[in-house]
C-alpha cells in the first residue's frame, strides 16, 4: 500500500533530481535548486549512501550541532558527516520535509548500519545554493 506521505516523498525526490541533474544541461542558473529541492537531493544521497552527492550540497563552512550542543563547522562539520552518516549508512525512512523560508525541516525514522535508529527531527538552512547548517533536534 503507498501512503499519500510515500507519494509527496517519492514527488519531492524527483523533482530535486531532475533540478540538479537537468539544470547545467539546460543552462538554469545555479540559484534555481530551491532549499527543499537541496534538501531532498540530500536524502535520496542517505538512502543510497552516496558520499559524493552528499558533500557538495554542504557549503564549506557548514555546521551541525545536536540540539543545544557543541557546533561543528568547516572541517570538523565535515568529519562528522564522513563517521556519522557516511561511514554509518545514516539515512531517513519515510522522510517528510516541511520548507518555510530558507529552512527545511526532516522528520522520519533515521537508521544507519551500526543498528542505531530513533526518530529523525532535523533542522536545516539554506543559504544560496548550499546548506550551511543541519541541527538534530
Do not use: K
Not at 94 to 120: I, P
Request: glycine share 8%.
Amino acid at each position: 500500500m503507498i501512503r499519500t506521505a510515500d507519494v509527496l516523498t517519492r514527488r519531492h525526490l524527483l523533482q530535486a533530481a531532475t533540478a540538479l541533474v537537468c539544470a547545467p544541461a539546460f543552462g538554469w542558473a545555479e540559484d534555481a535548486a530551491t532549499p527543499e529541492a537541496l534538501v531532498a537531493e540530500l536524502v535520496a544521497a542517505m538512502a543510497e549512501n552516496d558520499g559524493a552527492r552528499m558533500e557538495p550540497l554542504f557549503a564549506q563552512n557548514a555546521s551541525q550541532a545536536y540540539g543545544s550542543g557543541r557546533v561543528r563547522s568547516g572541517d570538523a562539520f565535515r568529519s562528522w558527516l564522513q563517521s556519522d552518516i557516511i561511514n554509518a549508512n545514516g539515512r531517513v525512512e519515510n522522510a517528510a520535509l516541511a520548507v518555510d523560508g530558507n529552512t527545511v525541516v526532516v522528520t522520519g525514522r533515521y537508521r544507519n548500519a551500526n543498528g542505531y535508529s530513533s526518530d529523525a527531527d532535523f533542522l536545516f538552512t539554506v543559504e544560496g545554493n548550499q546548506i550551511t547548517n543541519w541541527i538534530v533536534r
